[in-house]
């Protein structure tokens, strides 16, 4: 384990070598809407995508972009409000157009330039705004063009998303910084979210799709606000190599210490986005233990987190386990049913699959603090596993009723 420190500011352009900066173009809403993320040289750059099969056109231009760079980069591109996706042909020339004005604005390779949108699903991008707005985007490494960036990329976020880490790796102070956004339509497997990445550490774009992918299942993947996924999703990760530094490696100490840092920023971010659930209130932890397999415990985690009727409670504040055991006894597998622990809180409820008397008042009063956190010892292996979703409130119908208007 290393000794992990947060930054004095969280903002994206901690780490050396990065500006970014966040405008109001004029797409659909008088808030921020253009975001630009550059590195002073072609970055290593690695990244995740949605599992959804309708993937929008940013998302193919930027593998596109990644595959023709072999996965050096200088610059990102995101715009909010319009999602650019199931836009036909039109869509993807539009997300071409952004990534070549973006390249010429910065006198880069086209390829060198990646994009992303979020926001409505299937209205074209206005291209107008759009391209006059790339006109004025002026990076800068000081902390409020990472603050503008933030700010631009939100949709139904109630506030930005950012965190930023630093490690020592022999006589260097290595940083890690991420920004995310996403609030509904969160699901495990990627969701309507995105993330970015940045640090000044020196890694392969190899070794870093390998640890950004491990990091991504031990974090975004374990979050679910409303068990829809949707069709712009990405985490990218942006290494700048700018620190003298050996290259990080497979398989030695460095490697294992740049995972586990970027597993805390990705965490870090994910459980930003599942207490910022659209209408949320509350963010719900969900821990299990005693599982066959990890991969098991994450399953059961994940099912715990995601069940409708488990997140009205929370919302309620109803330590109802019965809709707990419910949802565990719902997995596609096998369970010991007769060995299971369940706390609610530090509140023992359940005690080898059998009800124990428990204060109703405590226990409530666990289910109304902020963070709501319910423990599963399934007595049947070594397996853990970790999810992380939020209540489902009047306000979630609320705001997806009127989502367009």
């Known amino acids: 384990m ?17 500006q970014a900066c966040g405008i109001h173009a004029g ?34 231009v930027t593998k596109a972009s990644l595959a023709e760079s072999n996965g050096y980069i200088r610059a990102v591109l995101i715009n909010s409000g319009n999602a650019n996706a199931c836009t036909g042909e039109q869509g993807l020339t539009d997300a071409y157009t952004m990534r ?36 004025h985007l002026q990076p800068t490494d000081a902390w409020e063009g990472g603050q503008s960036f933030a700010e631009a990329i ?19 102070t290595v940083t890690i910084a991420g920004v995310a956004k996403g609030s509904g339509m969160i699901h495990p497997n990627m969701a309507t979210m995105l993330g970015f990445v940045t640090t000044d550490a020196v890694i392969s774009p190899e070794l870093l799709q390998q640890t950004l992918k491990k990091s991504v299942d031990a974090s975004f993947n374990n979050i679910t606000v409303d068990g829809d996924s949707s069709t712009n999703d990405m985490v990218l990760v942006m290494a700048s190599g700018a620190l003298e530094m050996e290259e990080i490696k497979e398989g030695t100490s460095a490697h294992e210490a740049f995972q586990q840092a970027l597993t805390e920023v990705c965490l870090d971010l994910a459980k930003a986005i599942a207490k910022d659930g659209e209408g949320a209130t509350k963010l719900i932890e969900v821990h299990v233990s005693g599982a066959t397999s990890d991969q098991e415990a994450r399953t059961i985690a994940k099912q715990i987190v995601g069940s409708s009727l488990v997140k009205t409670a929370v919302y309620g504040q109803d330590a109802n386990w019965g809709r707990m055991i419910a949802a565990i006894g719902a997995v596609p597998f096998p369970v010991n049913v007769g060995a299971i622990d369940l706390h609610i809180g530090s509140q023992l409820v359940l005690q080898n699959s059998t ?9 409530t009063e666990e289910m109304s603090r902020d963070v709501v956190t319910i423990t599963v010892d399934l007595n049947d292996g070594e397996g853990s596993g970790q999810a992380y979703g939020c209540d489902l409130t009047y306000d979630y119908v609320k705001i997806n009723a009127s989502y367009r208007t």
């Open 100 to 135: 070549d004005v973006t390249a010429t604005q910065l006198g880069v390779k086209p390829e060198e330039v990646a994009v992303a949108s979020t926001g409505v699903i299937g209205q074209p991008l206005p291209m107008t705004p759009l391209v006059n707005g790339i006109g």
């Open 355 to 363: 009800p124990v008397w428990f204060d109703e008042t405590y226990a």
């Open 2 to 18: 290393i000794d992990i420190m947060a930054t004095k500011k969280p903002g994206i352009v901690s780490p050396k070598g990065f």
């Open 27 to 60: 797409l659909k809403r008088k808030r921020k809407d253009l975001a630009l993320l550059v590195c002073e040289r072609p970055a290593s750059t690695a990244a995740v995508y949605t599992t959804n099969h309708f993937q929008a056109a940013p998302i193919q």
């Open 154 to 172: 939100l949709t139904t976020d109630t506030g930005t998303k950012q965190t930023s880490i630093q490690y020592e790796e022999g006589e260097v």
